[in-house]
């Protein structure tokens, strides 16, 4: 697609209509580092397969990636393993309930987490990366990630204590996993990776790079580099659908229509697929969304960044279904 001024001017104008949502969420108050955020920020990233950048809004901060690095986590597990020796470890179910709940854990005793998306599944998932100790599968993750978007991503120190401190959900999520048998670690390394990845600082720029990637299977249309298969494209897909935001995922699907996956620092990484029957121009060939908007309602979305990406997939039927 040709650069094309005109998408910039609406991505401007979109930001300005949809920044007072941010009244309809708070920043993440369980976490210190993040509840201490301004909530009124909002930045959004779209990237497409020729590498035109189109960034509007609050996009020079850096923020932590959160639970959007549970779908790199998994993919860079599956890319390691194969998608048969994950999926026999995680489910793909979602589970309606909230992202950091036990009850799915405790009323149905499943033998593997529902999916890796919702903490018990990715506490699970961090703690299989390749390596003996966290800080060598912490390594592991963040050269895949550095493959990706193309730089080394760095750790953000304050918000990584600051979760330590005060993860007291996790640990008793960690403590249900080990009993079940499903963590070969010990708890406190599992949490120590786990949120080392969740630390990691990132830029809408970069989310939206990873949006293209996925979007496009695991190639990069602008380097030409295929960094994992399509079968593990698909699966991630499937997951950030039918997972991705949690408990509006279904919502989500019926509004927005695009692969998406959440974080609570107000982060979202989107996936549009080519559509060459779409209604309109706009990215009919794809295309990769970083959004950023810290103000997160009850299920841990951003408030104004959703609402964001409803209007830009309705104008421009980015919608998969
Ligand atoms: O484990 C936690 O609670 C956070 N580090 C990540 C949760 C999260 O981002 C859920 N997202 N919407």
Known sequence: MQNNPKILE???AWVE??????ILGTTAQYIPA???VDPSQ???CMVDEDGNYYCAGDTDKEFTLQSISKVMTFIALCCHYGLEFVLERVDVEPTGEAFNSIIPFEIHRPNKPFNPFINAGAITVSALLPGR???KKYEYL???????VGHPMELDREVYDSEWKSSHRNRALAYYLKEANFLEIEVEEALDIYIRQCSVKVSVKDLALIGLIIAYDGFNPITKVKHFSEEIAQVAKVLMVTCGM??????????VGIPAKSGVSGGILAAVPPKLHSQTYEFRAGAGIGVYG????VQGNSAAGTMMLRQISKEWDLSIF
């Open 10 to 12: 609406q991505l401007e």
């Open 17 to 22: 209509e949809n920044k007072g949502h941010a």
């Open 34 to 36: 993040l509840g201490k």
């Open 42 to 44: 909002l930045g959004i």
């Open 133 to 135: 100790t966290s800080q």
């Open 142 to 148: 963040a050269s895949f990630l550095e493959e990706l």
């Open 246 to 255: 949690y408990n509006s995922s279904g919502n989500f699907a019926a509004h």
């Open 294 to 297: 810290p103000a997160i309602d």
